[in-house]
């Protein structure tokens, strides 16, 4: 049982270079979202999703996009990096109305 | 916006020190949750604690202990005769079931605990 996994745990990307960070959970949980974590910030809602098919935006959602085609997975897409989004990301799941949520390992991110 | 406050951005004590680690929240909500993490130096969210709303019983487990007062909105974290483990950095989250199962961060406390 891997729980939440995250790929890959370290990116360094240029400016302008697109990438997916990819974000698989086994345990059938219908909800998964994306915090990015920035310095004196805590974590941030990206975007998030509450079944496959479905996805909605959080407090930070510009630049990013998501899509939620099966239970498992969750990929979270960077069309055109930019240095502010040099972040560390970390994906979440969990059950519908469940109070508890599981992370992933996180992902750092470097634009350059 | 519902925020969460933890206003000590760094705090260093010695180390058997006790220390206090603050945590503030705004919510609309009846129903939500209460969380603390620690995150390492390694970078992960290490699970420490759940408090729902209609539960305002204190916690105590080991060295850690929580102060849950829907009075003040608060749920302070404590850490008893601390240790050079200790160090890392703290977040207090609120959460609420339902809307898109959504955390709510504070900006997270930097605990160092010198030997």
């Known amino acids: 049982n891997a729980g939440v996994t995250q790929t890959p745990k370290f990116q360094v990307l240029k400016t302008g270079q697109s990438m997916t960070l990819q974000c698989a959970q086994d345990?059938?949980?219908?909800?998964m979202s994306w915090y990015r974590q920035d310095p004196g910030m805590g974590l941030r809602l990206i975007h998030y999703?509450?079944?496959?098919?479905?996805?909605d935006q959080g407090e930070v959602p510009n630049g990013y996009n998501v899509s939620r085609s099966t239970t498992e997975d969750f990929p979270l897409r960077l069309l055109s990096a930019a240095p502010s989004q040099t972040s560390v990301y970390f994906c979440?799941?969990?059950?519908?109305?469940?109070?508890?949520?599981?992370f992933g390992q996180g992902t750092r991110l470097t634009v350059v | 916006a519902q925020k969460v406050t933890q206003a000590q951005t760094e705090i260093s004590v010695v180390e058997k020190e006790d220390v206090t680690l603050d945590c503030v929240y705004e919510?609309?909500?009846?129903?939500?949750?209460l969380f603390w993490y620690k995150q390492p130096p390694s970078g992960e969210l290490v699970f420490l604690i759940r408090?729902?709303?209609?539960?305002?019983q204190n916690e105590i487990s080991g060295r850690y202990s929580w102060n849950f007062q829907k009075s003040t909105s608060s749920f302070n974290f404590t850490i008893t005769a601390s240790q050079v483990v200790d160090s890392a950095v703290y977040f207090c989250?609120?959460?609420?079931?339902?809307?898109?199962?959504?955390?709510?961060f504070g900006t997270g406390t930097s605990l160092t605990v010198i030997p």
């Open positions: 979440a799941s969990s059950y519908s109305g469940a109070p508890e949520a599981f």
């Open positions: 345990m059938n949980h219908e909800y």
């Open positions: 999703s509450v079944g496959a098919g479905i996805t």
């Open positions: 919510t609309r909500d009846t129903t939500y949750y």
């Open positions: 408090r729902n709303s209609f539960d305002e």
């Open positions: 989250a609120r959460y609420t079931p339902n809307t898109g199962n959504q955390f709510y």
